[in-house]
């Protein structure tokens, strides 16, 4: 070969490895990104950092709502209480939508997690008075997804089945208990 071909030959192979390298580094989750959340019962801030290309650890700090009633209770009532979850996301899809034009800017894409929340006995909101709630920690696998509209705003959902382990020792219970769990949500947000 001549040098002006090597060297042509080269700078075309150069060029695509460059391309695929650059394709490559294209999907990956943000390095850090935060915002709120409101779900249908209740509302979130949550911050995600890049753990790697497709995890990222989302942190997340909020108040849940629940609605009781029953022959027990004179009138149907509700109460809010704190939640703390931590869950490491794998957007396991970044790749599949970038080679569809689809964006995955705020970590839009499918994740599986292992969600895990700790509701503490800080305080209750509720329509009755002396209202505990036990402490509590759930551990449960979930899969879902995650959009945007537009830049800022974003849309969630989410299902899964796990584990709760209730401390009803606590607020004064004979013993604690554990039973199956569901994570259902569905959440619009904004991201800043």
Known sequence: MKTGQTAKMIFTLSICLFTIISNAQDASVEKSTYGIQVGVLGIYAHREVKLSNEIALRAEVGMDAGLFG??????????????????????????????????????????????????????????YDNIEIADQISIIPTWGIKRNIGNHFTYETGIGIGYRYIFAKSVGYAKNEGETAANIHLRIGYRF
């Open 70 to 127: 029953g022959s027990f209770y004179p009138k149907n009532g509700y109460l809010i209480t704190p939640v703390i979850t931590v869950e490491p996301r794998w957007y396991y899809n970044l790749e599949k939508r970038i080679s569809k034009s689809k964006k995955i800017s705020g970590n839009s894409g499918n994740f599986l997690t292992i969600q895990t929340s700790y509701h503490p006995n800080l305080f209750v909101i509720s329509n």
